[in-house]
C-alpha cells in the first residue's frame, strides 16, 4: 500500500507569494493533518480534516488555510508568505473516525518550504 | 492546554549501550501518549502508544516505554542501542475528543558511537 504523498518535496517562494502544498493519504485514510515543523518552534498542529471538513485548527493566522476533497486529498495553502514560514511542512493521514485514539497517524516524507 | 518537555536536546550514546529518552507532560487527565521517530529528511514513524491499562508498553524497533501517572512521564528505552537508532525522537500527547491534533515536545537528537 503507497504511503502519504506530499508534493513537491522542494519549494522556494519569495516573501508576498503564496504557495499550494498538496497531500495525498493512504488509501481509505478520511483523515488528513498538517503540521509545521521549524528549528526554534518544534513540530506544531495546523489544521485536520475529516470527511472534507475541518475538525480542528492550530494556532496559526488566517494565512494558513487547508482544505481537503472527496477523495481524501488535502491541500494547504499559505498566503502573503512571510520569511519565518520556512519550513517543513508534514502531512499525516489516518483512517480517522475515532481520533487520535483509534487510528494511528502516518507522515508522509514533507514539502520543504524556503521563503526568501 | 497540554504540553510535552522533552528535557535533553541532544544525547550520545555508543553502540549496545542502554538508552532512556525522557518525556514530560502536562496535563489535567491522563491523555494518550505517543513517542515518534524522525529520520533525516523523512516524516515521522510511530514507534508505540498509550492510551491506559497496562504502563509499560513495547513499540517496534526493541522500544519500549513506561508511563508513570505521578511522575507525568512517558520515558522511551531501549535495552541495547544499534547504529540505525540514531534520529530524532520526539514524545507527544493528544487528548480526548481533539481529533489527531498531537502536542510535540522538542525533540531528542540521539547519536550513536560506533
Known amino acids: 500500500k503507497a504511503g502519504v504523498t506530499q508534493t513537491p518535496r522542494y519549494l522556494i517562494k519569495t516573501r508576498g507569494q503564496q504557495v499550494t502544498l498538496s497531500c495525498s493519504p493512504i488509501?481509505?485514510?478520511?483523515?488528513v493533518s498538517w503540521y509545521q515543523q521549524t528549528p526554534g518552534q518544534g513540530l506544531q498542529f495546523l489544521f485536520e480534516y475529516f470527511s472534507e471538513t475541518q475538525r480542528n485548527k492550530g494556532n496559526f493566522p488566517g494565512r494558513f488555510s487547508g482544505r481537503q476533497f472527496s477523495n481524501s486529498r488535502s491541500e494547504m495553502n499559505v498566503s502573503t508568505l512571510e520569511l519565518g514560514d520556512s519550513a517543513l511542512y508534514l502531512c499525516?493521514?489516518?483512517?480517522?473516525?475515532?481520533?487520535?485514539?483509534?487510528?494511528?497517524?502516518?507522515f508522509g516524507n514533507g514539502t520543504r518550504l524556503t521563503v526568501t | 492546554a497540554q504540553s510535552v518537555t522533552q528535557p535533553d536536546i541532544h544525547i550520545t550514546v555508543s553502540e549496545g549501550a542502554s538508552l532512556e529518552l525522557r518525556c514530560n507532560y502536562s496535563y489535567g487527565a491522563t491523555p494518550y501518549l505517543f513517542w515518534y521517530v524522525q529520520s533525516p529528511g523523512q516524516g515521522l514513524q510511530l514507534l508505540l502508544k498509550y492510551f491506559s491499562g497496562d504502563t509499560l508498553v513495547q513499540g517496534i524497533k526493541g522500544f519500549e516505554a513506561e508511563f508513570k501517572r505521578s511522575q507525568s512521564s512517558f520515558n522511551l528505552r531501549k535495552p541495547s542501542v544499534h547504529w540505525s537508532d540514531a534520529a530524532e525522537y520526539f514524545c507527544?500527547?493528544?487528548?480526548?475528543?481533539?481529533?489527531?491534533?498531537?502536542?510535540f515536545g522538542g525533540g531528542t537528537r540521539l547519536m550513536v558511537k560506533p
Open positions: 507527544a500527547v493528544a487528548v480526548p475528543n481533539a481529533g489527531n491534533m498531537l502536542t
Open positions: 499525516a493521514s489516518s483512517l480517522g473516525g475515532g481520533g487520535a485514539r483509534n487510528s494511528p497517524l502516518h
Open positions: 488509501s481509505g485514510h478520511r483523515s
